[in-house]
């Protein structure tokens, strides 16, 4: 790999990185050369100044944060001083829903030299499996794919005044902002909602009176310094009162657990808005440590809670794009990369863990090896260790099976035998568990299908049907009954009252 395609994607990695960790910093008035690429479906502006990061300091905080460090810090400067030569000063992210938790893929960036900047990201990129596509347009250079490329030229400019008005409010150099229609927060609501039911009773309780509040929520802006040695998490309401009130119950949720410190985010009211400020680099992480382990529910969560996640994520998955997760990510060669559980990341709380990964390459090259180590708590079995980075949440394959089927990825039309009779994830016995990365589930045997998911000593396994609900399935059960329960288009009637 040349230094170029190595100093180019360092700096794409900071860019993710940062958007992605959920740190970005603060904006101002957004440059009128990109409110162009606005429109209602906008959901979320961020941008970096990147005259304003010290790289050195930017390579620490990755580390901490768990990232791989940069190549070469001196090569990375010189990358930015050079983009900063040709007069690129700011990176803006535009996002609508579904691009949302993908992460930043629709970038802009103002130059006033864009076939030169053009060139120099074309020539440091060249040698990398998957190049971003950079395309001009006026004074801006527009990526990172064909599809966002094509979605930014279309914007017409007319975005929401709850987005524009948050955006006027910032003056500082780094930030994001996020703005919906109702329809937006109504989705987000009802995700909260599916999200609570999986969680114990007083965590619940909370996140289910934060989702009724969520329709209060004007805009939310995240602002401080990259690396972030300040910041503010500011959530715009529509009046005091509103604002004391979901101060209130988020603060109730800090504390919902006995095993978490929660002290550390705790909300003021000002005036209509819910605020929380962090005032040193050690500070922003303990806060975000924080957050990160409350929204998995505890740190010890039970299997059946886990599979609730994965199967919520994985419904989340689908609104973003459509579908269901292909099995695996295959290549343009048709050679399988990565399992779906690395595509479901970014619905799991761990958008700055999938974007580690080289999408372009197996789960065992040499990087993305590394990265096994990893594996998020919710892929790990209540009760037992297993061996590490392995997992018994497994998908069944069946000729009839969701991803066991050859074809294009599955929707929720597809699933014409029903949502609640068809079972799409199970939790193996360990004898079946499989490296969480790699693109393996679990053949069935339709002979035996029980057996091909537990040892005789077992007496059931979790399963979790399409309409994300989760139960336990005896051994008992008749095989002919649990290969039905895989089919999704099969046409076989389930009977409920004899399913043990």
Known sequence: MSSHTLRMRAVLSAILCLMGAELTAQLSPVDPLVARYLDAQTVAVGWIDISGIDIGELDSFRQKLGHSAPTDLAELTATRDALQKLGVRRIYWISDLAGLMRGPDCLVIPTPNPKAVGILLKAITKSQATMPVFEEDGACLIGTTPQTVSSLRQKNGDAIPELLESISLMD???????????????????????????????????LTEIAALLPSIRWVTLSGEIPPSSMLLRIETHSPDAAKQLAMTMNRLSSSQPDIDGTCLRLEVVDNSVRLKANSVDDTLNKLETA?????????????????????????????????????????????LLSWRVLVLPYLDQTALYQEFRLDEPWNSEHNLRLVEKMPDVFRSAGTPGKPGTTRFVCPLTSGSAMGRVGPPVKFSNITDGTSNTIWLVEADESHAVIWTKPDDLTIDEKDPVGSIIGPESKGFLGSRADGSVRYFSRDNDGTTIMNMFSIDGGESIDWSTVK
């Open 172 to 206: 500082g150099p780094h930030g994001i902002s996020l703005a919906g229609p109702k329809e937006v927060v109504a989705g987000a609501a009802g995700m909260m909602m599916a999200y609570a039911a999986s969680q114990p009773e007083a965590y619940a309780k909370a």
């Open 292 to 336: 990160r382990t409350l929204m998995r529910g505890g740190r010890n969560p039970d299997s059946a809670n886990s599979m609730k996640n994965l199967a919520l994520a994985i419904h989340n998955y689908h609104d973003a794009f459509g579908s269901f997760p292909a099995q695996s990510l295959v290549s343009a060669q048709g050679k399988r």
